[in-house]
């Protein structure tokens, strides 16, 4: 697993390649956190264009930042999702709460 | 009913360990006659099964051992067996409930995905014993329209 950032005005853009698994989890939660902790990062965009496979555990990271970004008033938007990652997503409902989106240029746009 | 393949391996109980699990059991699945989507479900559910077992059956202990067998029968049937001899669920109609986790990073989806991506799913456990999970899908449908 790898996390790339970038930071477009108050959107931290985390693009995230691999498995989102348990054996990720801890690391990807504290790397993105330690992130939008900055007071100046509002929303978070997740791009998932190269995630491979996600379970529970991933999911459990995409929910807790949801938590996270929304508790600072912040919006939290997911793009790029492979069908078996998008499956989960809306298996789960996390897409009521996450909107997912084709690509970061569409979210840029809103 | 004949078994017509069969796979048993023993790995510590380290979250390493989960994509080894769940990779040999989706090489293991794509024997049958299965979609890409299929083998994808396949591999979710054993990645639920064997994280179970490492956070909740053992405690994140990575000396323990896990024990998946897997089994093909001659209707086309896929047996997913993953065991721990860990603490076991105290209370297993609350474990099996839909977003109840005894960890807050974790969704609780684990018994329901388990659940839903398989056509039957039993669940053993006994406190201080350990937990067997017993998973099957068949794939007689695929092989069928096939011959």
Partial sequence: MSLEFKKVRSTLVVRVSGEMDMLIAD????????RIDDRNIKNLVLNLEKVTFMDSSGLG?????????????????????????????????????VPLYKSEQEVINI | MNVRNYVRFEFFSIPENIAFARSCVGAFASQLDCTLEDVEEIKLVVSEAVSN???????????????VIVSIDDHGVLEIVVED???????????????????????????????????DMQV??????????????????NEEALA
Avoid: W
């Fill in chain 1, 27 to 34: 690391k990807m939660r504290a790397e993105i956190d330690k």
């Fill in chain 1, 61 to 97: 990271v995409v929910i807790g930042r949801y938590k996270r970004i929304t508790a600072k008033q912040g919006r939290m938007f997911i793009v790029g999702a492979r069908p078996q990652v998008e499956k989960i997503l809306f298996f789960s409902g996390v897409n009521r709460l």
């Fill in chain 2, 53 to 67: 077992c490492i956070i909740h059956g053992y405690e994140n202990n990575p000396t323990q051992m896990i024990t």
């Fill in chain 2, 85 to 119: 001899r860990g603490r076991g669920i105290e209370d297993l109609p609350r474990a099996m409930e839909a977003t109840y986790s005894s960890d807050p990073t974790r969704m609780g989806l684990g018994f329901t995905f388990m659940k839903s991506f398989t056509d």
């Fill in chain 2, 124 to 141: 053993d456990t006994a406190p201080g014993k350990g937990t067997t999970v017993r998973l099957r899908r068949s794939f007689l449908k």
